[in-house]
């Protein structure tokens, strides 16, 4: 599709970076904002734990809704997705899941927040982006790659059932009755208003991300990964790419990270909440 953009001379690989960078930006200016996550929402101060719930759960709203769409119309297909595979890798959901909990709430938020720190000049933050990015990239492909693989071993089958879209009504419905019980439960929340804007628009950010890489940038003869806003790979990426850069390309999740450090960067500077921010005795850096 570069080529009816008048971009035939662009990859899709170059191309797929700066997509990256462009959604990076956005999610870094509006999640440094609206101050989005999900850890606040739950472990947070009692009078912001549901505005902060509210917020999540609108962007969450219209992602689901989003990507329900672009599958009801086939704009975009995830066949081949790691998503859609055909057993549920329990072991790895129930372990992995745990673990994430407990290092979002020693280190005061999840990568994505995290990412938005750093950016905002929090060391402490940047500290456990850097030590995530190690052990992200050895669990992928390093050392501990064999253990993931295990522990990923324990699934179970899931046949021909592999996502929403296979129950009766479809993607659209059951993505629209999910959308719809997060709107409910957000427009009950006591969240500002101009913070459920940008949790919206957040929330939008992801089915762009999708079609983005799945329908404008796809390319049969050279193809690249579908993917949107994640970060666990974009933090392993962009480390291995930091260290080899003569010997791999840079990569979507590369301008993803470096796009949301700039992003919450420029909102923190505009807002002047940019501040150095290191470690206290109540905040030591064994937890980080």
């Not at 947070?44 to 759960?57: C, F, I, K, Y």
């Not at 992995?96 to 407990?102: E, H, K, N, P, S």
């Not at 950016?119 to 992928?140: D, E, P, Q």
């Amino acid at each position: 599709m570069l080529a009816t953009l008048g971009l035939e001379s662009v990859s899709p690989q170059a191309a797929s970076i700066v997509l990256g960078a462009l959604l990076g930006l956005a999610f870094g200016l509006l999640a440094q904002r609206s101050r989005f996550c999900l850890r606040r929402g739950l472990v947070g101060s009692p009078g912001e734990r549901d505005a902060a719930l509210g917020t999540w759960a609108i962007g969450l709203a219209v992602a689901v809704a989003g990507t329900g769409a672009l599958i009801a119309t086939g704009l975009v297909g995830f066949g081949k997705h790691r998503f859609y595979a055909d057993a549920l890798p329990l072991g790895a959901i129930v372990l992995g899941g745990l673990m994430f909990g407990v290092g979002m709430v020693l280190s005061r938020g999840c990568t994505s927040r995290l990412t938005v720190l750093a950016g905002s000049g929090n060391l402490r933050a940047w500290v456990a982006l850097i030590v995530f990015a190690i052990f992200a990239h050895a669990t992928l492909k390093g050392v501990l790659a064999p253990l993931r693989v295990f522990i990923g071993s324990f699934t179970v089958p899931l046949g021909g059932n592999v996502s929403l879209a296979s129950l009766p009504g479809g993607a659209a419905v059951w993505a629209g009755i999910l959308a719809v019980a997060l709107l409910a439960f957000a427009a009950r929340s006591g969240a500002r208003a101009s913070d459920l804007a940008m949790g919206t628009l957040i929330g939008v950010l992801v089915p762009l991300g999708w079609v983005g890489t799945g329908y404008v940038l796809a390319d049969e003869f050279s193809p690249i990964a579908l993917e949107s806003l994640a970060f666990t790979s974009a933090a392993s990426e962009t480390l291995f790419w930091s260290i080899a850069s003569t010997a791999i390309a840079p990569t979507f999740g590369l301008g993803l990270l470096l796009g949301t450090l700039a992003g919450a960067l420029v909102a923190a500077l505009l807002s002047r909440e940019f501040a150095w921010t290191g470690f206290t005795a109540d905040t030591p850096v064994s937890r980080y």
